[in-house]
């Protein structure tokens, strides 16, 4: 067993995270505090070439693999404090890319995916609704068939990247009343009539990261434009949520080693009682916690890809690795928070911010509790009343 990173992984790693100190500066709490998406920062992660990372060539990409592509993800957590920006460009690599890239037909994947890789186009996932959350396929949102066309009909909520989206890959139910398998997967153009974006979205973290509701009202669009074919919508949504479970959260990796290299200095550092306040075991021990979490959580995410690269699915371990760092993230972050103390809680040290943009982690892309269903239901146990995904392959 080798616990290091290939050496193209680790020289990209190296690569990103020098880049992400140089360039992706910027105001970080001005942008927090006016919910303002950085288009400056997520053009120089196209130019860099990280919106292209697990594409290959021939579409626009750079053939990297995932492992690759999560070492970028996490130098990118460490390098780049804009978490909303990372978590902007994750939504749109996980569930417009690599769906279209792993269901769309040649045309499909000519047309978009080279300017999804340079960061012309931007990507929005439109899947959850007021009243389909966690029970996702229980969607209302309706696509009936007529001639070369969709009508779709319904309302979209919790959409990253609404605002600034260019296409949508959006989730209906062409045949009511059959649970997942009526479920068709569609890729929209924004300016597709029929199709207007709602207010947006304030949310607690993640802030860079715009967010809005999306309406559909009589929209028709293509059938040429259906992804998988009619009814294969659940799988390319299992697709997706499988490497944005696995891959989204890479970036709290890097965010966790920031944040303990930053407690450690200050612990060194600020004195109270005499003492620097790392030589108290209740403040040590908060740093050594988070040390042991981050630890744990690494080879869980690069579990992920290294059974993705050798073309194995990773359902169970992207289940393990969402619940335990997103769990992991905000605990390091609380502890964080403890360890500057009163200046923790303010915004100017920038550890507030990570606990704000952590707890997110625990609810997208499907709840922690949620993932535990899917843990248990994989360990064989009896079934709850979550519904299995369908197979993957099938669509
Ligand atoms: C930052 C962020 C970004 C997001 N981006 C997108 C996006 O781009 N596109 C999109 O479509 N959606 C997006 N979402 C929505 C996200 O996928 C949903 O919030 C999530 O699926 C949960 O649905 P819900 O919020 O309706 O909660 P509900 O499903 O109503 O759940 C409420 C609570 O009940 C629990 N619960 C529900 N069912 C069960 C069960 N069977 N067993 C145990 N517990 C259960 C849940 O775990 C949760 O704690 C985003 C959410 C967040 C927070």
Not at 278 to 285: D, F, I, K, L, M
Request: charged share 25%; glycine share 10%; net charge negative.
């Amino acid at each position: 067993m080798n616990f290091e990173l290939p050496p193209e992984a680790e020289s990209l790693r190296q690569e990103v995270v020098q880049f992400a100190q140089k360039e992706l500066g910027g105001d970080v709490i001005e942008r927090d505090a006016s919910s303002t998406f950085w288009e400056d920062g997520w053009r120089k992660c196209a130019d860099f070439g990280i919106l292209g990372l697990p594409v290959p060539e021939e579409y626009g990409g750079s053939g990297t693999d995932l492992t690759t592509t999560i070492a970028a993800m996490e130098a990118l957590g460490y390098g780049c404090h804009d978490l909303g920006l990372i978590f902007a460009m994750n939504a749109h690599l996980w569930t417009n890319t690599i769906p279209i890239l792993e269901y769309g037909t040649e045309e499909q994947k000519h047309k978009y995916l080279p300017r999804l890789c340079s960061g012309e186009l931007i990507g929005a996932n439109g899947a959850s609704e007021p009243e389909a959350g966690s029970d996702v396929f229980n969607m209302t949102t309706r696509a009936d068939r007529q001639g070369d066309y969709y009508v779709l009909n319904g309302q979209k909520t919790f959409v990253s990247n609404a605002q600034v989206a260019d296409l949508i890959v959006a989730y209906a139910a062409t045949t009511p009343g059959v649970g997942q398998m009526g479920i068709t997967a569609f890729i929209i153009e924004r300016d597709t009539p029929g199709l207007s974006v709602g207010k947006p979205i304030h949310k607690m973290g993640l802030r860079t990261s715009p967010m809005g509701e999306l309406f559909f009202e009589d929209c028709k669009v293509p059938a040429a434009n259906v992804l998988a074919r009619e009814g294969g919508g659940a799988a390319c949504f299992n697709c997706s949520m499988e490497w944005e479970r696995g891959c989204i959260l890479a970036m709290h990796l890097g965010r966790m080693q920031y944040q303990i290299e930053r407690c450690v200095e200050y612990a060194r550092q600020r004195k109270q009682y005499g003492n620097p306040i790392g030589r108290y075991q209740s403040v040590a021990n908060r740093i050594v916690d988070m040390k042991v979490r981050l630890e744990a959580a690494r080879p869980l995410v690069y579990k992920i890809g290294w059974q993705k690269d050798r073309g194995q699915e990773a359902m169970l371990e992207a289940a393990i690795a969402k619940l335990f760092l997103s769990e992991a993230a905000v605990d390091s972050s609380l502890d964080a928070i403890q360890v500057f103390g009163g200046y923790g809680y303010m915004s100017e040290f920038e550890v507030e911010r990570d606990l704000r943009d952590a707890v997110g982690s625990k609810l997208y892309p499907g709840p922690v509790e949620i993932q535990r269903n899917i843990i248990a239901r994989l360990l064989g146990l009896p079934p709850s009343t979550t519904p299995p995904p369908p197979p993957r392959r099938k669509a």
